[in-house]
């Protein structure tokens, strides 16, 4: 019969393991008209992607309900797949270029995609690898690529339908502009951050030369856009300003004033300056006062030529120059320290522009409000539920989504312009030729925002826009596992789309997480120098260590912290998995051919056989119900608790005389016990350990003699609650004698008792079904207990005076205390003892009676001697009882 090795070494069975399923095929799911479908779409990684503990957490979570539901007997599909991610994956490939001296340009467009998708090729399946290593059960001959032939043709249809719907469209609007990787990014790729900075207060002269109005910036720079000056129509101060004219400082060009319900009037002078180029805000009221828009920043964040002396300088260098050149025309008056929000590039960190620009945008309104009200009427539900308030916030508040890059990476628009006679033209097809004029048109050069064909990812992966079998078995997915940092980037994004295109929301469940921090609660950054590679713990401990860890006292939506100690705890946790295994199939191998044990009669269960069946299936339909509330960490926590002290501490420890008895039906009760539960809890840890517990599944079916070439525990049946296993009395009973073991160790801990010394028990109850309790129990209660005899009666006759006693629900235990001490010895002991404190109290006696002592000691001194006297004194009346009483 094969045995399980001495000791567990992940890294002599993970691989094998992960080679074995996949070569099965066994994470593959298929049309099954017979089963439920499962579905999750993996959060896609980026192809410059390379594993963290981010992506170790999210990913080990999907894994979780996958395998629960593949054996719980869902047709459970995990569809992997990458995201092209434009301008992280164009950024690598410019970086790389620039040490050969190549530029974008050099090469042109089709040279440049012939690199992309060359290092796509090469690093692009990088972190697919990776994932194997963590354990992921992908479908992975499902594997997509968001700008595969199948993404392509639905980003395509999604661009043609919303287009010709009015609900994409192309202007000039402000938009978020990032100087370093030269193109406009969305709102939700901004980040922001507190920046020291300074209010700058400016005055402006009126034209007529009657005075001045003042206000303040942080972007002094920017004046030289300026297009009016704003005030609240409400102002009382400013009644009489409306409609002049200023003269713009440094540039000369006569401004007006504009009356706009924008201007707070009780914020600084209530008097804004108005730059409908360069802030959101102006861009509005500019366009309600048909105010010029004057572009004052070249892409690259330097001025403009048409302001010559300050053409080509840096923004922030222009901003010196600038400041100096109003501090010296009088135009600025004072400067003030100012600290405030500033938007920054999510990918470079750069800080953005608003920068008015031609771009396409989805409008978004109309998609908004069906998005919302799918999930008020709960036809997808945030687990947890409070995150549909951050839904909600993003939702109400969304402005439309610019959708353009001005990057070679990605999905090119598919609008075409006949240079011609102006025609545009969007079009599902490669090329097209003028509607007009019949000559052939230039495509749109931009790329669509990665986060565009994203939106599609939970259809456009199942086939659609076709309606292909896998569209319609496996969609709307069930449930979807990410970050609530992505909440708006993706979430909404999804929801929206699926609900516009398929009339369907996209998935039923969103299962929230939050990140994995430090130890120090700080987020892992390579600044900050504190990221941990999950490939290195792997290395180190095997993945399922790295599993349990993320997923243990882990609450959903929550940050967690990572602590090398819990590694090793759970590492730990495998390895009492893993010798508590080992010591029931060495055992089984005593039960005959092949270690096979056939069912049991019913009646040769002890209690505590009944016990820990009753107990596993207490924890069957526990975890059960978790797993179905995504409750993973508080499942993971009671599958532990059960396996390493019910099953480990307690029931191996109870029946080891049975094992090793004579009495064979007993012996065979208790082998056939054993392998059913630990059956049952190998089932339970597998979604969260799958490694540890296919190794031993597979060895213990070959123990028993059923193991064939597709036995494995990922496709065995998940367990289910017995009604025939609740045990009831026999949980109760076992309970009981459990508190009384508890209660005898800890009395024998605080006598300093060593295990090795036995003692008899007195167990006194007047109950007679305590009685029969500890009778039924007395093989394994003597052995747990360290007793050399148990005696069961019904009142305190017999029992020696000096016996030790604890309590117990109905019974009181007895021991008597020459059981527990050496006599002679104790006498001995006491006897040393008194003698030292007789010397302590005859010295504290001499310094309170010394008046030197008394005299010129401390206070405090002389009140701690005193309060050592009493203290010896007392323990020397006990010490004196104590002999008394043994010397009789």
Same mark, same amino acid.
């Given at each position: 019969?094969?045995?399980?090795?001495?000791?567990?070494?992940?890294?002599?069975?993970?691989?094998?393991?992960?080679?074995?399923?996949?070569?099965?095929?066994?994470?593959?799911?298929?049309?099954?008209?017979?089963?439920?479908?499962? $579905?999750?779409?993996?959060?896609?990684?980026?192809?410059?992607?390379?594993?963290?503990?981010?992506?170790?957490? !999210?990913?080990?979570?999907?894994?979780?309900?996958?395998?629960?539901?593949?054996?719980?007997?869902?047709?459970?599909?995990?569809?992997?797949? $990458?995201?092209?991610?434009?301008?992280? #994956?164009?950024?690598?490939?410019?970086?790389?270029?620039?040490?050969?001296?190549?530029?974008?340009?050099?090469?042109?467009?089709?040279?440049?995609?012939?690199?992309?998708?060359?290092?796509?090729?090469?690093?692009?399946?990088?972190?697919?690898?990776?994932?194997?290593?963590?354990? =992921? =059960?992908?479908?992975?001959?499902?594997?997509?690529?968001?700008?595969?032939?199948?993404?392509?043709?639905?980003?395509?249809?999604?661009? &043609?339908?919303?287009? /010709?719907?009015?609900?994409?469209?192309?202007?000039?609007?402000?938009?978020?502009?990032?100087?370093?990787?030269?193109?406009?990014?969305?709102?939700?790729?901004?980040?922001?951050?507190?920046?020291?900075?300074?209010?700058?207060?400016?005055?402006?002269?009126?034209?007529?030369?009657?005075?001045?109005?003042?206000?303040?910036?942080?972007?002094?720079?920017?004046?030289?856009?300026?297009?009016?000056?704003?005030?609240?129509?409400?102002?009382?101060?400013?009644?009489?300003?409306?409609?002049?004219?200023?003269?713009?400082?440094?540039?000369?060009?006569?401004?007006? %004033?504009?009356?706009?319900? &924008?201007?707070?009037?009780?914020?600084?002078?209530?008097?804004?300056?108005?730059?409908?180029?360069?802030?959101?805000?102006?861009?509005?009221?500019?366009?309600?006062?048909?105010?010029?828009?004057?572009?004052?920043? $070249?892409?690259?964040?330097?001025?403009?030529?048409?302001?010559?002396?300050?053409?080509?300088?840096?923004?922030?260098?222009?901003?010196?120059?600038?400041?100096?050149?109003?501090?010296?025309?009088?135009?600025?008056?004072? +400067?003030?320290?100012?600290?405030?929000?500033?938007?920054?590039?999510? *990918?470079?960190?750069?800080? %953005?522009?608003?920068?008015?620009?031609?771009?396409?945008?989805?409008?978004?309104?109309?998609?908004?409000?069906?998005?919302?009200?799918?999930?008020?009427?709960?036809?997808?539900?945030?687990?947890?539920?409070?995150?549909?308030?951050?839904?909600?916030?993003?939702?109400?508040?969304?402005?439309?989504?610019?959708?353009?890059?001005?990057?070679?990476?990605?999905?090119?628009?598919?609008?075409?312009?006949?240079?011609?006679?102006?025609?545009?033209?969007? $079009?599902?097809?490669?090329?097209?030729?003028?509607?007009?004029?019949?000559?052939?048109?230039?495509?749109?050069?931009?790329?669509?925002?990665?986060?565009?064909?994203?939106?599609?990812?939970?259809?456009?992966?199942?086939?659609?826009?076709?309606? #292909?079998?896998?569209?319609?078995?496996?969609?709307?997915? =069930?449930?979807?596992? #990410?970050?609530?940092?992505?909440?708006?980037?993706?979430?909404?994004?999804?929801?929206?789309?699926?609900?516009?295109?398929?009339?369907?929301?996209?998935?039923?469940?969103?299962?929230?997480?939050?990140?994995?921090?430090?130890?120090?609660?700080?987020?892992?950054?390579?600044?900050?120098?504190?990221?941990?590679?999950?490939?290195?713990?792997?290395?180190?401990?095997?993945?399922?260590?790295?599993?349990?860890?993320?997923?243990?006292?882990?609450?959903?939506?929550?940050?967690?912290?990572?602590?090398?100690?819990?590694?090793?705890?759970?590492?730990?946790?495998?390895?009492?998995?893993?010798?508590?295994?080992?010591?029931?199939?060495?055992?089984?191998?005593?039960?005959?051919?092949?270690?096979?044990?056939? !069912?049991?009669?019913?009646?040769?269960?002890?209690?505590?056989?009944?016990?820990?069946?009753?107990?596993?299936?207490?924890?069957?339909?526990?975890?059960?119900?978790?797993?179905?509330?995504?409750?993973?960490?508080?499942?993971?926590?009671?599958?532990?608790?059960?396996?390493?002290?019910?099953?480990?501490?307690?029931?191996?420890?109870?029946?080891?005389?049975?094992?090793?008895?004579?009495?064979?039906?007993?012996?065979?009760?208790?082998?056939?016990?054993?392998?059913?539960?630990?059956?049952?809890?190998?089932?339970?840890?597998?979604?969260?350990?799958?490694?540890?517990?296919?190794?031993?599944?597979?060895?213990?079916?070959?123990?028993?003699?059923?193991?064939?070439?597709?036995?494995?525990?990922?496709?065995?049946?998940?367990?289910? &609650?017995?009604?025939?296993?609740?045990?009831?009395?026999?949980?109760?009973?076992?309970?009981?004698?459990?508190?009384?073991?508890?209660?005898?160790?800890?009395?024998?801990?605080?006598?300093?008792?060593?295990?090795? *010394?036995?003692?008899?028990?007195?167990?006194?109850?007047?109950?007679?079904?305590?009685?029969?309790?500890?009778?039924?129990?007395?093989?394994?209660?003597?052995?747990?207990?360290?007793?050399?005899?148990?005696?069961?009666?019904?009142?305190?006759?017999?029992?020696?005076?000096?016996?030790?006693? #604890?309590?117990?629900?109905?019974?009181?235990?007895?021991?008597?205390?020459? !059981?527990?001490?050496?006599?002679?010895?104790?006498?001995?002991?006491?006897?040393?003892?008194?003698? *030292?404190?007789?010397?302590? +109290?005859?010295? =504290?006696?001499?310094?309170? /009676?010394?008046?030197?002592?008394?005299?010129?000691?401390?206070?405090?001194?002389?009140?701690?001697?005193?309060?050592?006297?009493?203290?010896?004194?007392?323990?020397?009346?006990?010490? /004196?009882?104590?002999?008394?009483?043994?010397?009789?």
């Amino acid at each position: 019969m094969k045995e399980l090795a001495k000791n567990y070494n992940p890294k002599e069975i993970e691989d094998d393991l992960y080679e074995r399923w996949e070569t099965k095929k066994y994470f593959h799911a298929r049309v099954n008209p017979e089963k439920k479908p499962f $579905t999750i779409v993996i959060p896609p990684p980026n192809i410059t992607g390379q594993l963290h503990m981010g992506h170790a957490l !999210d990913n080990t979570m999907q894994d979780i309900l996958i395998r629960y539901k593949r054996m719980a007997g869902y047709e459970a599909l995990w569809l992997p797949g $990458t995201d092209h991610a434009s301008i992280a #994956t164009e950024a690598k490939i410019v970086e790389a270029m620039a040490k050969e001296g190549l530029t974008k340009e050099d090469l042109g467009r089709e040279k440049f995609l012939e690199r992309a998708w060359d290092w796509k090729a090469q690093y692009g399946g990088r972190i697919v690898k990776q994932l194997r290593k963590l354990g =992921s =059960s992908c479908d992975w001959d499902r594997e997509r690529f968001t700008m595969d032939e199948g993404c392509n043709k639905a980003v395509k249809e999604v661009f &043609y339908n919303l287009y /010709n719907k009015g609900l994409i469209y192309r202007g000039e609007r402000i938009i978020n502009w990032c100087p370093h990787c030269l193109t406009s990014i969305s709102d939700a790729e901004v980040n922001y951050e507190d920046q020291a900075g300074h209010f700058w207060h400016l005055r402006y002269p009126y034209a007529d030369g009657s005075g001045y109005i003042e206000m303040a910036t942080t972007r002094p720079e920017t004046m030289l856009g300026d297009t009016a000056v704003a005030v609240n129509p409400k102002d009382e101060r400013y009644k009489d300003c409306i409609g002049k004219m200023i003269k713009l400082p440094l540039v000369g060009r006569l401004i007006p %004033v504009v009356a706009d319900d &924008y201007v707070e009037m009780d914020f600084g002078t209530g008097v804004v300056k108005i730059t409908p180029a360069h802030d959101p805000n102006d861009f509005e009221v500019g366009l309600r006062h048909n105010l010029p828009v004057i572009n004052v920043l $070249t892409e690259d964040a330097k001025i403009v030529d048409e302001y010559e002396k300050y053409a080509g300088m840096d923004r922030y260098e222009a901003r010196e120059a600038i400041v100096k050149d109003l501090q010296e025309c009088g135009a600025l008056t004072r +400067i003030e320290d100012y600290s405030h929000n500033v938007g920054t590039c999510y *990918r470079c960190g750069t800080t %953005v522009e608003p920068r008015v620009s031609k771009q396409w945008f989805v409008k978004m309104e109309p998609l908004a409000g069906p998005a919302i009200e799918a999930v008020k009427t709960g036809k997808t539900q945030f687990v947890p539920e409070h995150f549909d308030k951050t839904y909600y916030h993003w939702l109400e508040n969304i402005r439309d989504w610019c959708i353009s890059r001005q990057l070679w990476w990605g999905h090119r628009i598919p609008a075409f312009y006949c240079d011609d006679c102006g025609e545009m033209t969007v $079009t599902k097809e490669d090329g097209c030729n003028c509607p007009k004029c019949g000559k052939p048109m230039r495509q749109d050069p931009d790329t669509l925002d990665t986060w565009f064909s994203s939106a599609l990812w939970p259809f456009s992966t199942l086939g659609w826009p076709e309606k #292909t079998p896998d569209f319609e078995y496996f969609y709307p997915t =069930s449930t979807l596992v #990410t970050g609530y940092d992505i909440i708006f980037f993706w979430v909404i994004r999804m929801m929206f789309s699926g609900l516009e295109h398929t009339g369907q929301v996209p998935f039923n469940k969103v299962l929230i997480h939050g990140l994995v921090r430090d130890s120090q609660g700080r987020k892992m950054s390579k600044s900050l120098g504190n990221g941990i590679d999950p490939l290195e713990v792997i290395d180190k401990y095997g993945a399922d260590a790295l599993r349990f860890t993320l997923i243990t006292g882990n609450a959903p939506g929550n940050d967690m912290r990572f602590y090398w100690e819990r590694i090793e705890a759970s590492r730990n946790f495998a390895n009492k998995v893993w010798n508590a295994s080992r010591f029931i199939m060495m055992n089984m191998d005593q039960m005959g051919e092949d270690g096979k044990v056939a !069912d049991v009669d019913p009646a040769s269960l002890t209690e505590a056989d009944k016990w820990i069946l009753g107990t596993c299936n207490d924890v069957i339909k526990s975890v059960t119900d978790n797993l179905e509330s995504y409750e993973l960490g508080v499942a993971a926590q009671k599958i532990y608790d059960f396996i390493w002290e019910e099953l480990c501490d307690w029931y191996i420890e109870m029946v080891k005389p049975r094992l090793y008895g004579d009495d064979q039906a007993s012996r065979k009760a208790a082998i056939w016990t054993l392998r059913s539960v630990l059956t049952d809890s190998l089932k339970l840890l597998h979604p969260y350990m799958p490694f540890v517990t296919e190794e031993i599944y597979c060895t213990l079916k070959e123990a028993e003699g059923v193991f064939d070439d597709n036995t494995s525990i990922m496709i065995s049946d998940w367990p289910v &609650y017995k009604e025939e296993f609740a045990f009831t009395a026999e949980k109760e009973a076992t309970s009981l004698i459990k508190e009384a073991v508890k209660a005898v160790r800890a009395l024998r801990t605080g006598m300093n008792v060593p295990p090795s *010394r036995k003692a008899k028990i007195f167990v006194v109850s007047e109950d007679e079904g305590v009685q029969r309790i500890f009778e039924n129990g007395n093989v394994f209660f003597r052995t747990l207990a360290y007793a050399s005899e148990i005696v069961i009666q019904g009142d305190k006759q017999g029992i020696d005076e000096d016996a030790v006693s #604890t309590i117990i629900p109905m019974a009181t235990l007895y021991i008597p205390f020459a !059981d527990l001490v050496d006599i002679d010895k104790e006498i001995e002991r006491l006897t040393k003892e008194a003698a *030292r404190l007789e010397g302590e +109290i005859k010295r =504290s006696n001499g310094m309170l /009676n010394n008046e030197k002592f008394i005299s010129k000691a401390p206070q405090a001194k002389v009140d701690e001697e005193k309060a050592k006297l009493v203290k010896y004194t007392a323990m020397l009346s006990q010490v /004196n009882e104590r002999l008394a009483h043994l010397s009789k």
